[in-house]
């Protein structure tokens, strides 16, 4: 398993209609195969700044939902909200506390 955070700038004005996409997928995203975890998060001071972790069985697993419909209609309409290029980084998890 890994982890998979994407950090992403959005239009100010354009918040909103991000957030309605997301609440519209999240269902969709955390069910697709190889996907265990969905968490959307926002920049306190930055509030048009969102980060998603979403943790992954397989590098397979997330390449094959970066190919899927679904992502190609999330990106679609996400893609243009974007004020600077999203950022992502995939990562192995070393500890965890809780």
């Known amino acids: 398993m890994f982890v998979r955070?994407?950090?992403?700038?959005f239009v100010p004005s354009k918040v909103d209609e991000f957030l309605?996409?997301?609440e519209a997928k999240?269902?969709?995203?955390?069910?697709?195969?190889?996907?265990?975890?969905?968490e959307l998060y926002r920049d306190k001071h930055n509030t048009n700044v969102f980060f998603t972790?979403?943790?992954?069985?397989?590098?397979?697993?997330?390449e094959l939902y970066r190919h899927s419909d679904l992502f190609k209609g999330v990106?679609?309409?996400?893609?243009?909200?974007?004020?600077?290029?999203p950022e992502a980084w995939s990562v192995d998890?070393?500890?965890s506390l809780e």
Request: hydrophobic share 45%; aromatic share 18%; with cysteine.
């Open 20 to 22: 309605a996409n997301f």
């Open 26 to 38: 999240k269902e969709l995203i955390r069910a697709f195969e190889g996907c265990e975890f969905l």
């Open 75 to 85: 990106w679609a309409k996400t893609k243009p909200l974007f004020n600077a290029k």
């Open 53 to 62: 972790y979403s943790y992954w069985q397989t590098e397979a697993d997330l």
């Open 93 to 95: 998890k070393l500890a």
């Open 5 to 9: 955070i994407v950090k992403m700038s």
